[in-house]
């Protein structure tokens, strides 16, 4: 009997699983299109030899030595649904045999930037606050509730990081008319300005906006970047929004410049997760605190799958993927951030 | 000696003042431009004869009756700043005789489409009920406190009301890519397609939407035609968003919809302004309040004085007034909603 | 029997007809809605005085003395679909007494937008010249033909009047990224700015532009605005492109400028239409000459019928016009250019 | 003596020279920056083993057997300025070492787009044919000139190959309103969808569309994909615009295709260039013709070496080139344009 051999594919997607990242119509598409072993990250090299051999996509990332990769004649690609990468495979060696590594962490750009727009608005017109001063009886009406309030219409707004996240942000504010300038080591200029954004550096970014937005991915070399210098040169009265990782800024010194009234901030990322019940930032006002929800949406995780099921069918067809990032070999190494435990 | 003679103006702008509605520097400029004779509503009849001869600009809402008009020869414009339009001047003579009524209220089309981006984006992620709970210490984190987060991007959103307001608020849509509908029995469909919305029907705009704005002006004739069928018509789960003011809602019935689950809201506008203490809106899960700051913006305020100078300008210079809204003969008697008491 | 009574329309749309104006199905929707009644200009004051009296709307522009308007006691709106106001009716009696002036000349913005950047890409890369050369068989290949051709995109451009069809020629303008700066007196800043333009005095247009569109409209004050030290002050080699009427240009001080190499230049108007044969502007290079048919496109006579039926279905709902541009007491009088004495 | 040691760049830009793709500051900057060793394609192997040892970077395309590869232990990047990839590498080798391969043919994207909206002007309104009309006395006024004229804005528009310069082109149409779609077998839907065009077969984009962009890269696989069937699929009366190469189309079918009135089109691609002065489509009416003189703009060579300038600085901080475009191993063999003998 002749039946068409489908193409093997590893699925080892934890921290997520199969069901968070394809809805059930994607599943069913991609059971019937593919054959799925399913394994977890401790067994993954456990797999039988005829597995190991044939496999050519895998679906997670899970620890490769670089023994087990030679034994993986037919890999073409690893597409990480976690999207930080972890040091647990020979890279080189993939990218020598043409084996791409692939991210799917675009899919958060775009609720990130919805959320980093709806904590600039909290910040500017205290929605949520002057909610529950609602529920309590206690609201001012009209102009007498809008002292602090301001405009992000016409404000000049920098982003530091323009990468997917970056971009989402900057087109979500096109209708606000703002005046965007971003800083971004790892671009060249021109991309900047094909975006409709000013290249800036990063001091001019502090200095001349009225809302910063931090969307720079963590990498071994910018831990800290944003210290108490930083916030020092920012407008009084600005606005800090932190939406990537909190290793990129010195946490201790952001809040000072919040608690001494230079600056006001927001965060949905902290330096413990969760955070201890005690930590002072909890109770600090002029501070909008958002527990790392900004793009764990269940929309989000599907748009995953989306990605998944159209590169690979890219790569079928002899293409490489063109809707993940890919990794690449000069900056594999640098991208740090802690992967995360739970969705 | 020989002085250029200044065109007279007179100054009534209560509820407001010169100084809400003027910069220092735009406050200078009108002085040194035009002759300014400053008076309240109530004193204005009393003003001296060769004033009321002479004046050319009103700024502000006076009581003007009929015998006092004739008496105006002099009279181009009454540059309304309140933006309600009291019905306490012959209108149709001013409009007979060429005097122009404008008014100024398009200022606060863009902080109110800003609030009402905001008052969205908390239905749909909830920013400042989450940054409550962590200050108490009981956050959720990650993909647990987003079980009812939605995205605006993408979303079907419909705008009932397209004038000034709605035009901004659909201008800061554009980014998100959402398909926008809008119903405005005002306005012939060509304007809504120019302006890159569908028109379509109220029962449209009320079944086929994630996120429905209300920026209808109340008129004499569209009270309380939001009722218990309209809310009916929504699709379950959906954001009702309610700016312009509370008449053209039966809000008792938007609290039941909101309360049986049906739908959730938010609104910036009351039956009863303030609103009693004991109002059961208040503690209201799912319906976030705001206590009509909306608008009341001091920087929209400064706009006011902006097109009142740009459009004396431009009258001064013998052309028509461009910037404020002009009141239109036939529909003056139909607007009609209460001025405000404070700013 | 009962039948309701239509609504009375009279027809004199000359030059235009009705069946230049509207589709087969807008002129039977038309026919149906209203009782038509079609005469010409010169029979107009003699339609029977029940006419007279019970007309509503009129679509033209027929000779009326202050008598007739008189006896047309239940006029609202003169249609006028030929878009030159000529000094034939008591303008200030109509204003007087209500009675909306109309005009539609907006139709033509779109398509003389089109056909003035198709003239600013004929002169930045000489495409028809090129083609002709083609079919002589003296064709340059590649960067040899090239050697006079520019882009738009990233260019300065400035634009002389921000009526409508400045507005349509400054959106076709988005997708080039070009610093667009526009001159209009009669317009306040603010608007220039709301359109994304930059206001600039007509002198900052002339000296900072790679390429200068004239849109501004004819006026009785404007006549060769645009003279011999206008086009002096242009950058060696800017283009020169004339949409509006030729009577706010110095011809001849234009065709000296381009013909001394200063300038290049492209015009759809002319001093006389139809030019004499003997015209030196005929034989002229880097003058790209269009005969007047920037606008007289049929899809744009088409629209005109569509925006009569919405404005004629708002006043019909006691709504002000709202779709063509109504005519203003202060400048009726001021607009100048001579009617079309052909579509 | 202590002198920074500067990165070695072998320039072999032929057919280019670095002065056509470098102003005279940018080449005064890459060779303060660098250490520059030019020479030629014929000469490229014979260069001393020292400086095939170091080079790092080369300008160019020269032919690279795998021995001579070998040697060079320092490289980095080719950085092909012809734009076409022949196949005078072992791609593989250098992609299996990490070598990029690197090309700046999206510098044409621009001015190309630029031409191909020219040329559909042309087809729309004739403004090349009408000038020429003109200079003979013998033009058509007004509507009369105008029988064949249409309008792109709201225009059904399709895109044939949606890479660098689908993009641009569609940039271009965002001020037209149009209805855009587009076919690229080589992308997943989405990012046509993130584009803001629609997805569509080929059949589709022939069937249901006004105007037809073929902007398609040849590759191996889609010689004549376009012929007498595909342009019998087209609208009566439509327009067919070839941008890239005239591999891609069946020519004979095409020109039979408009000598039978049921296309029009016009092509800046010929299947022999220069084109035998007794080929028949020289003086084919309704059949605009250009001398691939679309992209070979003086300003658009300048970008190649913003471009090459560009990317050596991100590489010599470690990070990967963005601002070309990267030859890919899947497709490099399928890329099969011939290269420009000329600029």
Same mark, same amino acid.
């Given at each position: 009997?002749?039946?068409?051999?489908?193409?093997?594919?590893?699925?080892?997607?934890?921290?997520?699983?199969?069901?968070?990242?394809?809805?059930?119509?994607?599943?069913?598409? @991609?059971?019937?299109? #593919?054959?799925?072993?399913?394994?977890? +990250?401790?067994?993954?090299?456990?797999?039988?030899?005829?597995?190991?051999?044939?496999?050519? #996509?895998?679906?997670?990332? !899970?620890?490769?030595?670089?023994?087990?990769?030679?034994?993986?004649?037919?890999?073409?690609?690893? %597409?990480?649904?976690?999207?930080?990468?972890?040091?647990?495979?020979? #890279?080189?060696?993939?990218?020598?045999?043409?084996?791409?590594?692939?991210?799917?962490?675009?899919?958060?750009?775009?609720?990130? &930037?919805? $959320? =980093?727009?709806?904590?600039? @608005?909290?910040?500017?017109?205290?929605?949520?606050?002057?909610?529950?001063?609602?529920?309590?009886?206690?609201?001012?009406?009209?102009?007498?509730?809008?002292?602090?309030?301001?405009?992000?219409?016409?404000?000049?707004?920098?982003?530091?990081?323009?990468?997917?996240?970056?971009?989402?942000?900057?087109?979500?504010?096109?209708?606000?008319?703002?005046?965007?300038?971003?800083?971004?080591?790892?671009?060249?200029?021109?991309?900047?300005?094909?975006?409709?954004?000013? !290249? +800036?550096?990063?001091?001019?970014?502090?200095?001349?906006?009225?809302?910063?937005?931090?969307?720079?991915?963590?990498?071994?070399?910018?831990?800290?970047?944003?210290?108490?210098?930083?916030?020092?040169? $920012?407008?009084?009265?600005? &606005?800090?929004?932190?939406?990537?990782?909190?290793?990129?800024?010195?946490?201790?010194?952001? $809040?000072? +410049?919040?608690?001494?009234?230079?600056?006001?901030?927001?965060?949905?990322?902290?330096?413990?997760?969760?955070?201890?019940?005690?930590?002072?930032?909890?109770? *600090?006002?002029?501070?909008?605190?958002?527990?790392?929800?900004?793009?764990? @949406?269940?929309?989000?995780?599907?748009?995953? =799958?989306?990605?998944?099921?159209?590169?690979?069918? %890219? *790569?079928?067809?002899?293409?490489?993927?063109?809707?993940?990032?890919?990794?690449?070999?000069?900056?594999?190494?640098? *991208?740090?951030?802690?992967?995360?435990?739970?969705?």
């Amino acid at each position: 009997m002749n039946e068409t051999v489908r193409t093997l594919v590893v699925s080892v997607p934890e921290p997520r699983s199969l069901d968070i990242i394809f809805t059930q119509d994607q599943k069913k598409h @991609l059971f019937e299109k #593919y054959a799925i072993v399913e394994t977890s +990250a401790l067994n993954f090299a456990a797999l039988p030899e005829e597995t190991l051999e044939n496999v050519k #996509y895998i679906i997670g990332q !899970p620890p490769i030595s670089l023994g087990l990769f030679d034994r993986m004649r037919s890999l073409k690609c690893v %597409l990480n649904v976690e999207s930080n990468l972890i040091n647990n495979m020979p #890279y080189d060696h993939l990218f020598a045999r043409g084996v791409h590594v692939v991210t799917t962490g675009a899919v958060f750009a775009e609720p990130v &930037a919805e $959320m =980093g727009l709806g904590l600039a @608005l909290e910040l500017s017109r205290g929605i949520g606050q002057a909610n529950a001063l609602f529920e309590r009886g206690m609201e001012r009406w009209g102009g007498e509730g809008n002292k602090a309030s301001r405009l992000l219409s016409g404000a000049d707004i920098g982003i530091i990081g323009f990468g997917d996240l970056g971009k989402a942000l900057n087109r979500l504010l096109v209708g606000f008319r703002a005046k965007v300038k971003a800083f971004d080591p790892w671009l060249p200029p021109s991309i900047l300005l094909e975006n409709g954004v000013t !290249p +800036a550096t990063l001091n001019e970014v502090l200095e001349q906006s009225d809302f910063v937005f931090v969307v720079a991915a963590v990498t071994s070399e910018n831990a800290g970047f944003l210290n108490k210098e930083s916030f020092e040169r $920012m407008r009084r009265g600005a &606005a800090f929004i932190l939406l990537s990782r909190s290793d990129v800024v010195d946490f201790t010194a952001l $809040m000072s +410049a919040v608690e001494s009234g230079h600056i006001i901030a927001a965060s949905d990322v902290f330096p413990e997760e969760p955070l201890p019940q005690d930590h002072p930032v909890r109770r *600090m006002p002029n501070f909008v605190k958002s527990a790392h929800r900004a793009g764990a @949406l269940d929309v989000a995780f599907k748009r995953m =799958g989306d990605m998944v099921l159209e590169d690979m069918a %890219l *790569m079928e067809r002899g293409l490489p993927p063109m809707r993940c990032k890919r990794a690449e070999r000069e900056t594999v190494a640098r *991208m740090r951030s802690q992967p995360v435990t739970t969705n």
